[in-house]
């Protein structure tokens, strides 16, 4: 009963608010929800063992590249570790590539590490480029090797998602799935900082 109460009280304490009320305070008091309601979706962030990500290693297709000349020409970088052998991973992906169609270049560089394969074999390359090609990915593709490993080992969960500025430090990281819409709010965040 007390419960009808309170809300029959908030209710009319809502409704009888003046219809003279200023527009600008209404669209301010409706932003504040949307974002309350958007931060209340966000994931919880992953505090890592590591604080900077660095590599030197090559992509999926043998070229090589290094974290510093991976990094440089972006404010903000995502670092996508996934495996082969998981599914919500592979869902990941698309999600993360047409992120091109909101931000540029200069603001954000799209990677991922391929966990389950390895520089030393050719173990599950081959899935992973099919993988790749299937979903229609473009942005770079890296394979672990042992500049890697200590970052790579201490990694409990995939999918992971890292954000790193130009140096390499870790900014922000998420374990699991983030949808377009939460990856867009983190970068926006990472970019008004």
Do not use: H
Not at 14 to 31: G, I, M, R, V
Not at 98 to 113: H, I, R, V, Y
């Amino acid at each position: 009963m007390k419960k009808l109460l309170i809300f029959v009280l908030i209710l009319i304490s809502f409704t009888s608010c003046s219809k003279k009320e200023n527009t600008s305070n209404k669209n301010k008091e409706n932003n504040k929800t949307n974002i309350e309601i958007q931060e209340e979706n966000m994931p919880k962030e992953k505090i890592l063992a590591f604080n900077e990500f660095k590599f030197d290693t090559i992509d999926t297709k043998g070229n090589r590249l290094s974290s510093d000349d991976a990094y440089k020409n972006s404010k903000i970088n995502l670092i996508y570790i996934w495996a082969t052998y998981c599914e919500e991973c592979k869902d990941n992906l698309l999600a993360i590539e047409n992120l091109k169609d909101s931000f540029s270049a200069e603001d954000l560089n799209s990677l991922s590490f391929i966990l389950d394969t390895s520089i030393n074999s050719s173990t599950n390359i081959d899935t992973a480029e099919e993988i790749l090609k299937k979903e229609n990915i473009t942005f770079t593709s890296l394979i672990p090797n042992p500049t890697t490993e200590n970052s790579l080992s201490k990694v409990e969960t995939v999918p992971l998602t890292i954000f790193v500025d130009g140096n390499g430090k870790i900014l922000k990281s998420y374990e699991g799935i983030l949808s377009k819409d939460q990856l867009e709010t983190i970068i926006n965040s990472l970019l008004n900082a």
